[in-house]
């Protein structure tokens, strides 16, 4: 038996121990000891029940992601043919469930006879989130034990239940106050004291709330509105609705059926490639991850706006307590009273408890004094976008903070190397780039300067996780990683204005691609005078700075988007909604006279080639110059942080799917067309497309 599996027997019950850190995934390390031990309690004449038992952090995160789509996935014993073991097993089998049950893991636990549980053990079968069903019999078992309504629930959203609720659902026979394996031996003897033997699944029928016809009707017309073009959701009722009308064996055959069509497509390939994205993002190759943090107890916050606000409530939803500064006592107590509406709207829709919002709001201390910053673990601003602002605070809080503060910056484009020299700790200082709205999106650009201290960048990470965000690490360049490619997107939105496009037109095509908005909706919510400034700075810095005139017109038009009623588009009162708007129409009609282009039709297979492959070009040199470690670092930039649709993975990974040799030959025909050296292929692009490779390996 391999040393990840530990079988021992006492008082005649048979112990199999699983113990693969970190989660206990059932690949092909794991499963042969499971056998292996499943074999011998059968065999033994002397043991007269069974129970299977993980540690008390995780019985089993579920089948090893990883193994899937290659030889191990199907090398024997399968999770299949452990689970055909336990239907036939003789004896009665104890799941002993600590800390979670998920995917298969739950799958292993419901081919077991009983199932007992340590409190607040999660209970779950989280396929759906990878874009896959449970494929190891759960979509028939569970419904045989919770019902259809609940398992549907359950297997649909891939939320998971206490062990609390799991007693209420039935899907647990007790939860063990003391020592689980204790408390699971003890139910197992009593079993076989009261000849009580093995309870099987698969023998029970899935009770289905009124009329079956109707029901699944019903299911299947709601799955279809908010599955919103994910497959798994509308294969997982099917899965469900064969267990409520086919034997067990035949619904364990449409279920893997279902499960195949599901494991083969590019959307489950996607999401699976997003789990692991987002988990590589903390590993730094030259920062172990041992590295000593810093104490964070107390935060300041200078800046008391929307992203100082939304940086705020990040701080305090994990229990750090800040000093919130601003220069006036009126943008302080507007600021506050955002802070305090956003916490009741939370409240009224009862995602908060009144008293826990009073909490929060008690954890947060406005000051009008810089001084007032002294204390502070980590100090971040979020004042106006100007170098010269910027480097005069950090003068000031470099003399007020203690030794050892963390000096952080909330700039979305400016040199962090030039802020750092400002003070005599460069050490430091990071960058912590926050998305809006601060408190929601989960995306964290920590942005690391050439000085910045190894711990300082591992306290940030750690930091990152704590507010519940996922931290990415970018090097210093003008835009990070996000926006520098946004930049790029824009720019070919503008452009293909000029050629014959309508900010509809465009917006509804990358729509369709997926994004959860186009372009020029995007940029007259976020506001388009930002961008205005920026673009002076660039244009001030680098002459060559090519794009269409076309914005610039509209912003010296003073349509900045919605904070202005109009934009790309118009607004009513009131309204967030779009209008086309026929002042914009003559300023593009005059504007496209002026630089003498007569309108073409334009399809949205280029609209979308154009903008995604500028992104994907950019993000190639984004590797390139080390900016971001590693690509799948960038498709989870774009997954948290720029509304990327989950099912093509992230611009990277979208762009090995297409297969880097066809984003090659779009961006070489690009290149000859009238922008020239903007479509220039990165090199990395180049080599990896003649290698027949991927950027993400
Ligand atoms: N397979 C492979 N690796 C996994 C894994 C899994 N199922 N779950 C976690 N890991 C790795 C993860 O990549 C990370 O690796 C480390 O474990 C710690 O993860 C047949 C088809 C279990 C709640 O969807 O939800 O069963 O970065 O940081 O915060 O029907 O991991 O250290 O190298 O997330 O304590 C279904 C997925 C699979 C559960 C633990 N199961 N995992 O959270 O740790 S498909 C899931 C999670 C399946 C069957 C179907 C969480 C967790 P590294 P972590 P955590």
Not at 49 to 72: C, Q, W, Y
Not at 462 to 467: H, I
Request: hydrophobic share 40%.
């Amino acid at each position: 038996m391999s040393e990840a599996v530990k079988y021992s027997v006492r008082d005649g019950v048979a112990v199999i121990e699983m113990n693969n850190p970190p989660v206990n995934g059932l690949g092909s390390v794991l499963r042969p000891g499971i056998m292996d031990g499943l074999n011998k309690a059968a065999a033994d004449p002397a043991v007269k029940a069974l129970v299977i038992m993980g540690t008390l952090k995780a019985f089993s995160g579920g089948a090893d992601i990883r193994e899937f789509n290659t030889p191990k996935s199907t090398m024997s014993p399968t999770l299949h043919e452990i689970i055909v073991v336990q239907d036939g097993f003789p004896k009665p089998i104890v799941a002993a469930i600590g800390g979670f049950a998920l995917g298969g893991g739950l799958e292993l636990a419901l081919a077991c006879h009983y199932r007992v549980a340590a409190p607040k053990t999660q209970l779950g079968l989280p396929e759906v989130k990878l874009g896959l069903l449970p494929g190891a019999g759960g979509t028939q078992r569970l419904p045989r034990v919770v019902g259809a309504t609940e398992a549907l629930k359950m297997m649909t959203t891939g939320n998971a239940v206490s062990a609390e609720k799991g007693k209420e659902l039935g899907l647990i026979e007790e939860v063990v106050q003391g020592d689980l394996l204790e408390g699971a031996i003890a139910f197992a003897k009593k079993l076989v004291a009261e000849g009580k033997g093995p309870r099987r699944v698969r023998d029970l029928t899935v009770k289905v709330d009124g009329d079956p016809q109707a029901f699944f009707a019903a299911a299947r017309a709601d799955l279809e509105k908010s599955a919103r073009g994910f497959p798994a959701p509308l294969q997982i009722l099917g899965c469900v609705e064969a267990a409520a009308t086919l034997p067990f064996d035949e619904g364990r055959a449409e279920e893997r059926r279902r499960f195949q069509i599901l494991v083969e497509g590019s959307e489950s390939k996607a999401l699976r490639h997003m789990f692991f994205a987002e988990r590589q993002t903390t590993k730094i190759p030259d920062v172990p991850e041992d590295t000593p943090v810093r104490k964070l107890d107390k935060a300041a916050m200078i800046g008391a706006g929307t992203m100082g606000g939304g940086i705020t409530m990040s701080f305090v939803n994990a229990g750090i307590p800040v000093t919130l500064v601003d220069t006036s006592q009126e943008s302080l107590d507007k600021g506050l009273a955002t802070i305090r509406k956003n916490y009741s709207n939370t409240v009224s829709k009862g995602r908060l408890k009144q008293e826990d919002m009073d909490k929060r709001m008690a954890m947060i201390t406005p000051s009008l004094d810089l001084n007032a910053v002294k204390d502070a673990d980590i100090v971040i601003e979020a004042v106006f976008e100007k170098m010269d602002i910027k480097q005069e605070l950090f003068g000031k809080l470099d003399a007020i903070a203690k030794p050892g503060a963390i000096l952080a910056t909330n700039t979305s484009t400016l040199d962090i190397n030039v802020i750092a020299a400002a003070t005599k700790r460069p050490g430091d200082v990071i960058g912590l780039h926050f998305f809006s709205p601060a408190n929601v999106m989960r995306l964290l650009e920590v942005v690391r300067g050439a000085k910045t201290a190894k711990d300082v960048l591992a306290t940030a990470m750690a930091l990152g996780k704590k507010l519940k965000k996922v931290p990415v690490v970018s090097g210093v360049c003008d835009g990070f990683i996000g926006n520098r490619m946004m930049e790029k997107y824009g720019i070919q939105a503008w452009y293909l204005l000029d050629e014959g496009a309508t900010p509809q037109q465009i917006d509804a095509a990358m729509k369709k691609f997926g994004l959860a908005m186009g372009p020029f909706t995007m940029y007259d919510m976020a506001g388009l005078d930002v961008g205005f400034y920026v673009r002076k700075r660039r244009v001030a810095e680098r002459p060559d700075y090519a794009y269409s005139r076309i914005v610039d017109r509209v912003c010296e038009a003073g349509r900045f988007g919605q904070k202005t009623g109009k934009g790309w588009y118009r607004y009513e009162a009131g309204d967030r909604t779009p209008r086309p708007d026929p002042e914009f129409d003559k300023i593009l009609a005059d504007y496209r006279k002026e630089i003498g282009v007569t309108p073409r039709q334009i399809s949205d297979e280029e609209i979308v080639e154009r903008l995604i492959y500028a992104m994907v070009n950019e993000a190639a040199k984004i590797l390139e110059e080390g900016i971001a470690l590693r690509a799948s670092d960038i498709d989870t930039v774009y997954m948290t942080g720029y509304g990327f649709p989950h099912y093509r993975g992230g611009p990277m990974f979208y762009a090995d799917t297409v297969g880097l040799p066809k984003v090659l030959a779009a961006v070489e025909k690009f290149h000859q067309g009238y922008q020239g050296g903007q479509w220039k292929p990165a090199p990395l692009l180049v080599k990896l497309a003649k290698e027949g490779k991927g950027f993400n390996g």
